[in-house]
């Protein structure tokens, strides 16, 4: 919280000479309930960006942590979100000015799907977004169809085909979080925060002691899975060797005697799902991220046994076994 208060006010200085326009504020809610309360905060820090003086339905601007990001989020909604391309060259600048880029290639700038383009760019400050209707340069990385490209090292390392009226399918909290992290990430005290940070949905986590003479294969395994589901469950690795990650292990009831284990931790439902199969090979990874994605995996409830006079008194004795049967 320090350090964003410390990165938003470095923001606000070099926004005052670029963008005078735009105001910088900051407010301790402890004590302005009727604030917190009016613009729902449950969250801290929270930033929001009102436009046009509007008390009104203002923006969030979540996940941003830099100043640089800031900049670029804040300038991305006073302004065009993307720089348009018009030639191979210019493509290439923009695909290598940074470690990652996005480049949108289109047939015509005026359909739905180049809206949905630039909104997801104004969410995405992270990457540099550019556009482009260019034949010369659809050919030169050969498009055919309305595409966004995502380049890593300016090489390209997912291609999505973006239909008319399919904006649904350009979520950016998708795209931040399947590109600027590892295919799988490692578990410890500073990526803790980036992991569960930007709020997506599913996280895929493997209890296993990096020291086990099985790591790599079973590694390698994860990493395969990774590759199929990335964008849609978050795959993370927690070394059950590190005694620093007992609290991730205790939460999820891993002891000494599961490693390697497999759960799924869905965020928004703080539901928790356990790998049926023992063994963490490929075809066992896959069969449980697509019974877990199709809605058919089963609720892990980590669970005391059931004591034998639960029933006895008029009030009842519920643990994670029998607690689904009785309350529902």
Known sequence: SQNLSKEFAEAAQQLKKEAPRIQFGKIDVTD???LRKEFNIHQFPTVKFFVDGSRQDPTDCKGVREASAFITWVKRR???STVLINSTAQAEDTINVEDMAVIGF???LHDDSVEAF???ARDVPEMP???TTSEEVCINYGIQKNTLVVFKKGKPVHNEVLEDGNQNKLDPTRLIKTFTLDLVTEYNLETSVKIFDVPVESHILLFTSKNSQ????TYENYKSAAVEF???ITFVLVDTNETRNGRVSEHFHITEADVPAVRILNLTRDAKYKMPADEVNVENLRHFCQSYLDGKAELHLSSEEIPEDWDKMPVKV???KNFNRIVF
């Open 78 to 80: 006073t302004g065009p």
């Open 318 to 320: 519920l643990v994670g």
């Open 106 to 108: 289109f047939k015509e």
């Open 214 to 217: 099985t790591f790599n294969v």
């Open 118 to 120: 630039c909104e997801t």
């Open 230 to 232: 990335r964008g849609k």
């Open 32 to 34: 302005q309930h009727d």
């Open 129 to 131: 977004f550019g556009m």
